[in-house]
């Protein structure tokens, strides 16, 4: 059984453009997390979730925007895309201070 | 908020020795600290953490050690393979705020 899910795997795209990425969890975790692993590798959290409502959010522009219709789903839609914006795009989910289960990533490429 | 420093950013071992990754962190209240491996176009898999009440804790050839007064932890990997070749990533839990911090990484390369 896959534990977090995303989709798509590989999304390319035109600047300017609008898309969004799915998250699923399984496992019954209160909380969920969208990171960014850019070029360099580094993992840098853009939000959480908790049981629905956002608890963080690390000064990411307002073009992202998180949607939890509930808890076992976190869609990250991103609008205007720009070039910066190519990474890789990694959902996550944990119970508290536990292991974070991490998706397979969606590989974003924006020309 | 939290600050994790993780050195060396890449490490390359011969097959056999032992690897020693560390990692800093700024916030004392932190209780939580895993390692993730993350092997190419893979997601990051947890291989071993540990939490504040404890100083030390081994699984097989992977072992983590955490001193609490300095702020700092580390990974040791011992008989080191091939197939032990990824980037692996400390990080801290701090207390209440819901969010792990990354280090930057650590690209280990083991020579055959």
């Known amino acids: 059984d896959t534990a977090v899910s995303q989709t798509p795997k590989y999304l390319v795209t035109q600047m300017g453009n609008d898309k969004s990425i799915k998250c699923e969890q399984n496992?019954?975790?209160?909380?969920m997390y969208w990171y960014k692993q850019d070029s360099k590798k580094f993992l840098k959290i853009m939000f959480s979730?908790?049981?629905?409502?956002?608890?963080i959010n690390e000064t990411v522009p307002n073009r992202f925007s998180p949607k939890s219709p509930d808890k076992a789903h976190l869609n990250l839609h991103i609008n205007s895309l720009e070039l910066g914006d190519s990474a890789v795009y990694f959902c996550?989910?944990?119970?508290?201070?536990?292991?974070?289960?991490f998706g397979p990533g969606t590989r974003l490429t924006v020309l | 908020g939290e600050n994790v420093e993780q050195h060396p950013s890449t490490l390359s071992v011969q097959e056999g020795d032992s690897a020693v990754i560390k990692c800093t962190y700024s916030?004392?209240?932190?209780?939580?600290f895993p390692w993730y491996k993350q092997e190419l176009g893979k997601r990051p898999q947890l291989i071993i953490d540990?939490?504040?009440?404890?100083g030390e804790k081994k699984d097989q050839r992977i072992a983590v050690t955490l001193n609490k007064t300095a702020k700092h932890f580390s990974l040791h990997i011992t008989e080191t393979q091939p197939e032990d070749s990824a980037v692996y990533f400390c990080?801290?839990?701090?207390?209440?705020?819901?969010?792990?911090?990354f280090g930057k990484g650590t690209k280990l390369s083991v020579i055959p």
């Open positions: 996550a989910s944990s119970q508290d201070a536990n292991e974070q289960f």
């Open positions: 496992l019954g975790h209160d909380t």
């Open positions: 979730y908790n049981n629905k409502e956002l608890i």
């Open positions: 916030d004392s209240a932190s209780n939580y």
């Open positions: 540990i939490r504040s009440n404890v």
């Open positions: 990080a801290a839990w701090g207390a209440g705020s819901y969010q792990l911090t």
